[in-house]
Every structure is written in C-alpha cells, then in structure tokens.
C-alpha cells in the first residue's frame, strides 16, 4: 500500500501516515469535515488526474477526452438528480470557486451584493472585507436577529428594498437553524435581484428531503461537495437553464482551466452514493445525533446559539465554562477532538479568540456514533473546560476519546495495511 509514494518520497508518505492515523484516534466534530468512502478516495487516485479537459463533454478543446466526458456525463446527470436541478457545472474546484463563477455569470464588476455577514455565521466568499467579493462588487450585509440569533427575514427584506441589491446569497457556514428559502426568493422578486443559494454545510439533508431545498427558488445554488454530501473537496453550481450557459462560460474560460478529471470522477462516484437509499438514512442520523449532542451540551452549561440546532451543526458559547473560543479549541485538541472557534452573533472578541465553537455530526456519524456516543462526547467536552488545568484529568479524558476511536474505526483497511508495513509507526 502506497509503496510507490513510500519509495520515492519518504517525507510525504510518513506525512500521509500520520494523518491516516490521526484521522482514527482523534474525534473529528469539525463541522465542514467528514470521511469520504474508499470508492471516493479510489476515483480521485486515479490516471485521470492526467487529462486536460478544457471544455465540457463533447466540447473540448483537448484530442482523448472520450473517457473523461462519460466520467463528467455521470456527475453532472447525477447531480442534477440529486437536487432535481436543471442544469449542473461539475468543474468547480472548491466551494468558493462556485461561488466566485456564479457571481460572474450573473453580475458585473460593481454590482451590489446583499450576503450574510461572516461574524453573524455567512462565509468568506458572501462579501468579506477581505475576500475577493468584496473587492469586487459592492457589498451589504444582513444578520441575525440579536434576541433570536435567527435571520430575521423581514430585516433582511427591509435591507434589500433599501439598498437595491443585484444579487442576493443565502447560505451560511455557521448557521444552526433551517433555512427557508421562499421568503428570500420573494424579497428577491420584489427588488428585481438574482437569489443565490450556497448550500455548502447543508448539501446532504437537501438531497435527503431534510431540510427544504432551494432549488426551485434560485437562479443559481452553489454547495462544496466535501462536508454533509461526504464527496471529495470540490463545489459544483446548479442552476435554471435559462443561466446555463452564462454559467458555464464563467468557470470555464472565466475564472478556471482545466478540471480536475481525477476530482470531478471521486464526485461522480459520491453523487451515485448518495442516491443510493441508505444516504437517506445516514443524513437522518446526523441530525439525530446534532440533537443528543447539543441537549448534552446545553445540560452541561454551554449556551447555543439559538438554543439549539436543525441541521448538522451546533455553535455553543464556551464563557459559561470561564474559557474562550480558542482556548476551548485547544483544550479540546488535547483530548483529541477537533473543532474549530467560531465567533458567535455580535462577538465581544475578535476571530481569533472568539466566544464560541462550531462542531459538526456527519463525521462521527459516518463512523457509526449515534445519540449514546454524542452524549458521551457532550460528557467529555464539559469535563475537558472544567479539568482544563488538571493534565491527570486530562489524560484520563484522552483515554476515553481514544477508546471511543478505537471502537468506530474508520479506513479498517488502509490502517490494517499500513500497520502491517510500518509496525514501527504503530509501536
Ligand atoms: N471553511 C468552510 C467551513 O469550515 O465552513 C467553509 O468554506
């Protein structure tokens, strides 16, 4: 197993072991992670990282593209399945590549943007100071209600009819609560703007028929395939065909070259999985376990913000537990659990203390934890912010998440190979 790699480059193949290890003995609540399946790791380590493929299928501007365009052919009919959409641009190569397109295909330079602000729970790419949105349109924001931590749509409908925007994103990366999208499409129709949905964190319950889908309410959706879908890092658009074209003309000559044919066949094989019947049920559990999890957290002191969650994903405010974002994070990482800090809804500290964390279910999920687990974990996070001074309890607490790994293994395969190859590694 990966003899070749270990041959020739021996600093990259111990990298590569050690992160396969760490993948098992760590718990992974990061709420944009997850596990994609062996078929998913086998599609992206394929000769198929090899071929230029500029164009789309039956278009290309490169001669041997017969392979690749059935590859392509299959993620974009399944894709368009999956979320019943008309058209589908498979090529992005990250999430906020599909949004940078979808912006190009439906605005100009200048334009005005309305998108969630990134401190309310919106992302980078929704108008960021810093981010190339808002470099180049003209960004305004809406957040959440202070009282509920909810969007408030009839404030974000007033900021619309005031500020005229082109183009209005909804879709967040650390919004706990449902989104329904008809009011947006509305307040959309009444200013004269495009709707955008970015779907990033919420792809997998949509196609489940767990969360509403946006689809038939915006001209163009957006979603990263690698977090609740479990599909390879990568984003894909959807859109109506009437903006087809526009679409796929913005991501390719627009903002990108070739694709990433090994990328665009581990997505394929995704989407096939997740049609399949048992996606319906592993997105079901993911919820069921954001649920146990937070009840547990809340009953441990954490405050959430809204007080709860809809989807795959909890923001809890660490200073009832006398600690801060980043200094939860890294008590927690000491215990071997990842997460990351998150600000919450009008933040008194900057991002890179923040009074929050973000935690994700559909990783441990796809190891198999349910409710039990998810409440043991609340457990052992509380204990980690109580004991955080105390490395005997600490310990002890890392004993409990590593017996915990150790029951949900994840890649039983690749670590049996490579146990056997490298019992040093292991020792
Ligand atoms: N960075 C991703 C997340 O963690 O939500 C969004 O792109």
Do not use: W
Not at 407 to 423: A, C, D, K, S, T
């Amino acid at each position: 197993m990966l003899n070749d790699l270990r041959r020739v480059d021996k600093d990259v193949y111990e990298a590569v072991l050690k992160e396969v290890r760490r993948e098992q003995i760590d718990i992974e609540l990061i709420a944009s992670e997850n596990y994609v399946s062996m078929a998913v790791l086998d599609a992206q380590g394929t000769v198929m990282t090899n071929k230029y493929a500029e164009g789309y299928p039956g278009r290309r501007y490169y001669g041997g593209c017969k392979h690749v365009d059935v590859v392509e052919t299959l993620a974009i009919d399944r894709a368009k399945e999956l979320f019943g959409a008309e058209h589908a641009n498979v090529q992005p190569h990250s999430g906020s590549q599909a949004n940078m397109a979808a912006y190009f295909a439906l605005l100009k330079p200048g334009d005005r943007i309305l998108g969630m602000a990134l401190d309310q729970g919106g992302h980078l790419s929704h108008g960021h100071p810093k981010n190339f949105s808002s470099k180049v349109f003209d960004i305004v924001r809406y957040g959440v209600n202070k009282e509920t931590e909810r969007i408030d749509v009839d404030e974000v409908g007033a900021i619309a009819r005031k500020t005229r925007p082109n183009l209005i994103v909804v879709g967040a990366s650390s919004y706990p609560r449902a989104i329904d999208f008809e009011p947006f499409a509305q307040i959309a129709k009444d200013v004269g703007a495009y709707l955008m949905a970015d779907i990033a964190h919420i792809a997998g319950p949509v196609v489940a028929g767990l969360h509403p889908n946006p689809v038939p309410h915006c001209d163009v959706v957006t979603t990263t395939t690698h977090k609740t879908l479990r599909g390879p890092r990568s984003g894909i658009i959807l859109c109506k065909e009437e903006h087809a074209k526009k679409v796929n003309s913005s991501v390719f000559p627009g903002i990108q070259g070739g694709p990433l044919m090994h990328v665009i066949a581990g997505k394929a094989v995704a989407f096939k999985e997740a049609l399949a019947p048992g996606f319906k049920r592993y997105q079901e559990q993911i919820l069921a376990n954001a649920c146990a999890l937070a009840e547990e957290l809340t009953a441990q002191g954490f405050r959430l913000v809204t007080g709860g969650t809809d989807n795959h994903l909890i923001v809890a405010d660490v200073r009832p537990h006398k600690v801060n974002g980043i200094q939860a994070t890294r008590i927690l990482e000491r215990i071997g659990i990842t997460v990351n800090n998150n600000q919450i809804p009008f933040d008194p500290l900057p991002p890179t203390k923040s009074s929050g964390i973000r935690m994700g279910t559909a990783a441990m999920t796809t190891r198999g934890m349910t409710e039990p687990e998810m409440k043991q974990l609340g457990h052992i996070i509380a204990s980690a912010m109580v004991h955080s001074d105390d490395s005997v309890r600490l310990r002890l607490l890392r004993e409990e998440t590593l017996d915990l790994a150790d029951r949900f293994p994840v890649y039983p395969g690749i670590l049996r190979r490579l146990y056997e190859q490298e019992r040093s590694a292991y020792a």
